[in-house]
């Protein structure tokens, strides 16, 4: 059974640096799957941060692509992220996810969550 | 950015009922469309990928149909623990984005 876990602090300073790690368990970040991070603001909808593959490669989404870096660590199965310069406006639950598509074709779907962890942005 | 809006946002009805909610998408996305249940405090739960397939473990009172730019999913037979706020997600131009929601309430 796949299994992911967020962990990070859960309080940023405004205009800080956010940075999160996601374990992942019954499965080898090395497979060929990408991993990505999304987000969902208090009482609001999600939002896809970006994806990271086990080469490094990465997409980002262009709203946050100038501030996000998302990393992998295939020695501890695990990836990052890391927002900068943050405001009240990225305090949200942050999930990692694990994507799938069918026959490698780069459409995938999420099918595997973390549990989300909180980061609050305050001074 | 390809824009994705569900319809209704909020849904009421009674245990039995057959539940439907639509998703429409600003361009052509082919059928890579999928679909999301998530309960409070819980993370997303894949429910339907690519427009129709039903996730493993999924029941099958749950499915969907479209392609293109209109989608839309369907319980046959609400039930008490389908209580939720689904999402439809397009994955076929990066960035990926989600609906804004559509909450499912017991009457």
């Known amino acids: 059974q796949v299994q992911l876990q967020e962990s990070g602090p859960g309080l940023v300073k405004p205009s800080g640096t956010l940075s999160l790690t996601c374990a992942v368990f019954g499965d080898s970040i090395s497979h060929g799957n990408w991993w990505s991070w999304v987000r969902q603001p208090p009482g609001k909808g999600l939002e896809w941060i970006g994806e990271?593959?086990?080469?490094?490669?990465?997409n980002y989404n262009p709203s946050l692509k100038s501030r996000v870096t998302i990393s992998v660590d295939k020695s501890t199965n695990q990836f990052s992220l890391k927002v900068s310069s943050v405001t009240a406006a990225d305090a949200a639950v942050y999930y990692c996810?694990?994507?799938?598509?069918?026959?490698?074709?780069?459409?995938?779907?999420?099918?595997?969550w973390g549990q989300g962890t909180l980061v609050t942005v305050s001074s | 950015d390809i824009q994705m809006t569900q319809s209704p946002s909020s849904l009421s009805a009674s245990v039995g009922d057959r539940v439907t909610i639509t998703c429409q998408a600003s361009?052509?996305?082919?059928?890579?469309l999928n679909w999301y249940q998530q309960k409070p405090g819980k993370a997303p739960n894949l429910l339907i990928f690519?427009?129709?397939n039903l996730e493993r473990g999924v029941p099958s009172r749950f499915s969907g149909s479209g392609s293109g730019t209109d989608f839309t999913f369907t319980i046959s037979s609400l039930q008490p623990e389908d209580i939720a706020t689904y999402y439809c997600h397009q994955s076929n131009t990066l960035p990926y984005t989600f609906g804004q929601g559509t909450k499912l309430e017991i009457k």
């Open positions: 990271v593959l086990h080469t490094g490669n990465t």
């Open positions: 361009q052509d996305i082919t059928d890579y």
């Open positions: 690519e427009a129709s």
């Open positions: 996810a694990r994507q799938r598509s069918l026959s490698g074709r780069p459409h995938p779907f999420f099918d595997y």
